[in-house]
């Protein structure tokens, strides 16, 4: 497991409480886990993502992300409509631990307010949330 | 220590069954054939299944080599917490084979089957006995099951009442099995904390409790290997909302002949035979996890359910409040021999013996290790005592390093990561069953790893080295999963 | 007492280092009103010797072969079991060890499980297997499950033609959560009715056992393309695996998952339990399967090992949401089955399930001679039902008297089949007591 200062935390992301971030480019987001998820997970061995075309809210459950002794919900940092998921997950869920940000992206949404992106944390903030937690 | 237990024998390597044999060898007395063959109609005609072919050479010398990579109870100590593994006589596995009992089969004419009856009669009897409540199932096949039937007989006494209820309270220490049973019967399991002291609250559980929660699930003594002190005002809060009490029983071994459940007010609770009544946890079963209840419960419990009419044993299926069957048959008959043995070989007084030995056993390693290891709560313990890996931190090691070393030892690892409200668990229950002289042994192994851990970490991070195998790979197994050959 | 190893003074050394002066002090944290009040009212325990007296007086009570000539199967089959087996599960090293969590010291169960899988995929015709469940009845129910969460609709049809213990079972498993369950009849000639299915879009599953309760054998290639075109799982029970040995494979004929009593393979009968749940489905599905699952993979030093994997599935991590909440589950059976089917072998299993027909159908062609109709067309394995005269029970009580079970009668779970009786023969059964039954049964 890394410790917070190895911690890799893009400053161009806004992250969630519960360890999402997400990368907004015109009308389209992209969404994933954080570094630090991916090191307290663990080796991960699988990833559950939702069919494109569903829908969620902001905060719902959208997939579970496993290693093999725990099992980790991932929740919707913004609502909106699924464009894309990382096929490439399937057969290499590993990607989500060696590049969490780029190659380990999980799914493509439409977000339906993107207002809902400015409620998030930055990386300063979600630093403090990581020192809080220790 | 002058030398370790667990240095290396002569231990074969052995390839997949289907790596072996030959097209034609045999392993079977095929029975004389005395009749004509019968015709067969034409969409019956098929290869048959692709299974090796091997002389019963082939097939001993296979399953030999097998077992001896395998450590048992009977090779040593396995103090693995709430799992009671304690010594399994060697007279009750004989006696499960006799030929009455092996070749019965469950649908006997009851006066062909009275030996069956009876032996099951007088183990549900001794069960009540034991546990202080009136009334006793024996089909559920193990532990998990029989923690289905209480969330069913809870739904079911419920429902007798047009009570909707939802919800049932699970404390955070419970076993995974207890929420998964309670979601298996429709209830959203509801958690509740521990409270500093590692036991739960009267008033939190009051506060938690209402009309629409069915009861509450406890584990008594609990999974920290602590005996819930409240458990009787955390019983009268849940019946005071109407709710019911369900003692998960994995743990009895701490309190036979000390405790009643019945006057604790746990109106149903499940038995595990394979922990505290001996018989063989056969490396992932057959177990035995019989329900007892209170009189209230009792028009609810499985059918069939066996009776005594003067001195005859039956079988009855007429209770329609019922939930209904669980199993095909009657239990794990098998296994119940064996339970049945060892209360008739125990007795009352030896049963309460086994209990504070356990107890003292646990205790003794708690006192002599809690200096060494972190010990969350220090108070006095049940027949288990949990640690935490909190004291090598600074190291990087982990309770698992501290496990696989164990095992270049000569020991079974304790239960680890479990309970989940202690970081780094390490859950010791040695079982009353271990000699001073081995209680001695595991301290003395611990306390070498804790040094190695701070003088030799490589000796924890490379364990273990003195098994068939080194640490597995686990990742790929679940990543590129490949479950057959 | 010789599993309580403690002396006096071991005792007293203890209670010196916890520092306390007694056993009873180490108890001061259970409250009186927690306690007995009295002693447990048991028997007087009883030595070694007194107590294999005592059950094996209790043992013959019980009428099992040789004393015993049962013609009787319903889901519990008497078979040989080679000498093999029990020698291999006589060692305590399988039967003393825990459930391998702690893989490097426990290879020895997790080879034989991992065979034990493989062994059952060959057999049923699919995928992956399970490393077992309790018996064949909770598999029903755990496949079922299943295909509600595979196919995430909250209907289910079961033939009426399978076991009646099972789908009691099964109604238990399913009642709580408000799933539904509907019941398909069976035809004339034995086998299921599939008529009353409908479109059935709003169907996770359709469960038929084959051979069926009645011996009858189902065409299971017809059922699975019904099932399929609704978009269901076909589940494929059996309660007499042996029966692969001669008869198509479930995997083969289009079933989704196949499940069912193991009993028959290399397990006693022993008054209806332990027994084993065995459970086989497609690749596809494998997130979602029950029970545990031994994986093939490799250690620090690239040695080929197995370890338990999938374990996300289980209750121990995904606690409420699990796929099933089984922890001990039946391993040794299935070591015992593994064993079983070690002996056999291919070619052993081919003759075995030959012989087990040959001498069903030998019984049947007796009887049918000493004017007993058989009660179902459909072609049969090793169990067949027969149309008996009034007043059979009296027979099959005189008979019972002199120790030869006559079959079962099916009246108290078919109401509308009574005077019919549903008789077994393996190949435990000689001719000369075939002939003996028959003789017995017309006299």
Redesign the interface.
Known sequence: MKEIHELVLPEDLRYTESHEWVRVDGETARIGISDYAQSQLG?I??VELPQVGDLFEKGQEFGTV??????AEVYMPVGGEVLAVNEGLADQ??QVNKDPYQVGWMVEIKPKDLSEVDALMGHDAYLDVLKGQE | MSEMQGTTGLVLNEPLLWEKGRKGREGFSLPVRDVDPAPLPEDFVVEGPDLPDLSEVDVVRHYTRLSQWNFGVDTGMYPLGSCTMKYNPKLHEVMAGLAGFAGAHPMLPEPLCQGALELMYELQTALAEITGLDAVTLQPAAGAQGELTGMLLIHAYHESRDSKRTKIIVPDTAHGTNPASAALCGYRPVPVASGEEGVLSAETVDRIMDEETAGIMITNPNTLGLFEENVREIAEAVHAKGGLVYGDGANMNAVMGIVDMGRIGVDVLHLNLHKTFSTPHGGGGPGSGPVCVSRALEPFLPIPRIQKLGDRYGLAEDFPQSVGRLQAFYGNFGVMIKAYAYIRSMGAADLKKASRLAVLNANYIKERLKGVYHLPYDRPCMHECVFTDKHLKASKLTTLDVAKRLMDYGFHPPTIYFPLVVQGALMVEPTETESMDEVDRFIDAMHAIAREAEERPDLLLNAPTHCRLRRLDETTAARRPCLKG | MRYLPHTPEDIEAMLETVGVESLDDLFSTVPEACRRRSLMKLPSPLTEWELSAHLSSMAQENAAFPACLSFVGAGSYEHHIPATVEAMLRRSEFYTAYTPYQPEMTQGTLQAIYEYQTLVTRLLGLDVANASLYDGASALAEALLMAIRVTRRPRVAVSRAVHPHHRQVVRTYLAPAGYELVELPFQENGTTDLSSMGSGQDLAAVAVQSPNFFGCIEDLGAVADRVHDCGALLVSSFTEPLAFGLLPSPGSRGADIACGEGQSLGIPQSFGGPLLGVFATRDKYVRSIPGRLVGKTVDAEGRQGFVLTLATREQHIRREKATSNICTNNSLCALAAAVYLASLGGRGIRDLARLNYDKAGYLKSRLSDAGFEMAFDAPTFNEFVVKTPAGFENTHARLADGRIVAGVPLAPWYPELENRYLFCVTETKTRDAMDRLVEEMTS
């Open positions: 080796d061995v699988f496993e290693s093999v002794k725990a099992v869920p590993e």
